[in-house]
């Protein structure tokens, strides 16, 4: 699990949390919410943001692993 990042932030897939996070972004840009609503808003998106970028992180482990087997077949 990566550093900072929870369990329950690691059971989210990749499109759930982007739409958490879409959601989290515009009530942020909407205003309107208290201080502590807002703290609390912006510590949930970088979390999201975190489960975000451990999946794309993980995808482009696995695309470059792929295009170098690839490479590799070819070579032989």
Same mark, same amino acid.
């Given at each position: 699990?990566?550093?900072?990042?929870?369990?329950?932030?690691?059971?989210?897939?990749?499109?759930?949390?982007?739409?958490?996070?879409?959601?989290?972004?515009?009530? @942020? +840009?909407?205003?309107?919410?208290? #201080?502590?609503?807002? =703290? &609390?808003?912006? /510590?949930?998106? %970088? !979390?999201?943001?975190?489960?975000?970028?451990?999946? @794309? +992180?993980?995808?482009?482990?696995? #695309?470059?692993?792929? =295009? &170098?087997?690839? /490479?590799?077949? %070819? !070579?032989?």
């Amino acid at each position: 699990m990566d550093e900072g990042m929870t369990e329950a932030g690691t059971a989210l897939g990749y499109e759930q949390a982007r739409d958490e996070l879409i959601e989290v972004v515009r009530k @942020l +840009e909407a205003g309107g919410t208290s #201080l502590e609503d807002s =703290l &609390a808003l912006w /510590e949930r998106g %970088e !979390e999201l943001a975190k489960v975000c970028r451990h999946w @794309l +992180e993980g995808a482009r482990a696995r #695309l470059d692993s792929a =295009l &170098a087997a690839r /490479e590799a077949a %070819e !070579e032989e």
